[in-house]
């Protein structure tokens, strides 16, 4: 993978770069919309190619490891085959998911036994099988293993977790070195930051993963419920430790001002599960602010979701007919509004680029935040 920094904001650190991969660029600052098993619920392949104008998804090595199974993914050639996605794929090594199964998992030097959510079975992640694992899903870029920590976490255990989390990194990075790519195409691994929201403890997390020296970097255990004050100092420390001239992944964020805020940091690649799952709940992100379609008052309106959008969904479908598709639990309004949301985010990623490269980013930056988050 290579990657070339082509403009930063005079006023702010955000960046507009050039990520190059086997299966095509991509330019960034991007959100990457997740594809948790294999596919970004409710949207097609094409959809996400051609309307939303996504670079690049996410697969979740935890639940593809799970289903369909290793043994599916490499007799399909990857996940890039299996899935009809011809664009990169980034996959998450499981760790966040591991996490999450507080109540049938334990974490030891080795690595973590787990009880999948599907069927009870014992399971182990260590970070050589992890780094096994992503080979024959095949993403182009792979994630370490790592613990992400709770919040609120106490010191001590954010210092022990993050000890490990170095000590495991060494391991993922001597086997992703000593292992070959399965599909003919090369992969890129990515170390995680770590520390929870202790200054010291991201500062020495920085300084180890920078030193391992790989083509891109990542910072994690930042969208775990602190608030986003913590989430920006954090970002901010980090982002000063890491090389500027490598890529830099700030992991499951966020909300539209949350991105835009980090773009300012000097982030340049996100993703979330946010526009795909609040719109099937009925939230709408536009660019004049939050819509909850549910809401009455859009019972008569028949005016586009967004008349500002050049989504042909936006247009031909009004807010009160996808106030009531949402009401009656029809598929097409879980189908029209995670187009609508993922169409929103990737524009909003590629307005920031545009304005990064003109070098008016902070002014227009100030002026969206303030939209973005109104209540309409």
Request: charged share 25%; aromatic share 10%; glycine share 8%.
């Amino acid at each position: 993978m290579k990657f070339t920094l082509q403009a930063t904001d005079k006023h702010t650190q955000a960046r507009a770069g050039i990520m190059e991969t086997a299966h095509g660029t991509i330019e960034t600052p991007i959100f990457m919309p997740v594809g948790t098993a294999g596919t970004v619920k409710a949207v097609h392949q094409h959809e996400l190619a051609d309307d939303i104008k996504a670079q690049i998804i996410l697969g979740n090595t935890y639940h593809l490891y799970l289903r369909p199974g290793l043994d599916v993914l490499q007799r399909a050639g990857g996940l890039h085959r299996f899935n009809g996605w011809q664009k990169p794929i980034l996959t998450d090594s499981g760790g966040y998911q591991v996490y999450s199964l507080t109540e049938v998992r334990k974490i030891r030097e080795e690595g973590v036994t787990f009880r999948s959510h599907i069927d009870g079975s014992k399971h182990l992640f260590t970070p050589e099988n992890v780094m096994d694992t992503q080979r024959v899903i095949g993403a182009d870029i792979v994630m370490a293993f790592d613990e992400c920590t709770p919040y609120p976490c106490d010191y001590q255990y954010a210092r022990r977790s993050l000890d490990m989390t170095h000590r495991w990194l060494k391991r993922c990075c001597e086997r992703f070195d000593a292992t070959e790519p399965l599909y003919g195409y090369e992969q890129t691994l990515f170390p995680i930051v770590q520390g929870s929201v202790y200054r010291d403890l991201r500062e020495k997390s920085a300084e180890t993963i920078a030193a391992f020296g790989r083509e891109g970097n990542a910072i994690g255990g930042l969208s775990v419920g602190e608030p986003a004050e913590e989430m920006y100092a954090m970002t901010e420390v980090v982002c000063r430790i890491l090389p500027a001239e490598k890529p830099r992944y700030l992991m499951g964020v966020g909300t539209p001002v949350n991105i835009l805020e980090n773009i300012a940091l000097g982030i340049d690649m996100f993703d979330c599960v946010m526009p795909t799952r609040n719109a099937r709940n009925g939230m709408l992100f536009t660019r004049q602010g939050i819509i909850n379609i549910k809401n009455k008052k859009w019972e008569t309106d028949f005016s586009p979701l967004d008349a500002e959008s050049d989504l042909l969904a936006d247009r031909v479908y009004s807010k009160a007919y996808l106030r009531h598709l949402i009401r009656s639990q029809e598929i097409l309004g879980a189908q029209i509004a995670s187009l609508h949301n993922l169409h929103f985010y990737l524009w909003l990623v590629g307005e920031a680029r545009a304005h990064i490269v003109a070098g008016d980013f902070h002014e227009w930056k100030s002026k969206m935040v303030k939209q973005l988050d109104e209540r309409l």
